[in-house]
């Protein structure tokens, strides 16, 4: 199987930055498509950002500007850097890769969720 890591979550101010990774480790021939989504309470899971096996990205309008997404394929690791953090992008971020598995179907995997608090 497969289990993805998520790491630098925490507590920053407005206007400050976090970078969160993601770690993908297990039974994996290639990685597909990664990405950021988010859940605020109340709210449904969204997504944040998406990057293609190719490199390709998108965002959703309201970090466009403010974050990045990238990846590290020969470490199957995907990154958000954060910058100019807003109160409301407050929630549990989520990471997402859809795998090709060395003995088994293509399926999709998430992380386990790490918070992300901006407040001052």
């Known amino acids: 199987q497969v289990q993805l890591v998520e790491s630098g979550g925490g507590l920053v101010q407005p206007g400050g930055s976090l970078r969160l990774s993601c770690a993908a480790s297990?039974?994996?021939?290639?990685?597909?498509?990664m990405g950021w989504y988010r859940q605020a309470p109340g709210k449904q899971r969204e997504l944040v950002a998406g990057?293609?096996?190719?490199?390709?990205?998108n965002y959703a309008d309201s970090v466009k500007g403010r974050f990045t997404i990238s990846r590290d394929n020969a470490k199957n690791t995907v990154y958000l850097q954060m910058n100019s953090l807003k109160p409301e992008d407050t929630a549990v971020y989520y990471c997402?890769?859809?795998?090709?598995?060395?003995?088994?179907?293509?399926?999709?995997?998430w992380g386990q969720g790490t918070q992300v608090t901006v407040s001052s």
């Open positions: 997402n890769a859809d795998v090709d598995l060395v003995a088994g179907p293509r399926d999709d995997y």
């Open positions: 990057i293609s096996s190719g490199g390709s990205t």
């Open positions: 297990g039974s994996i021939f290639s990685i597909h498509a």
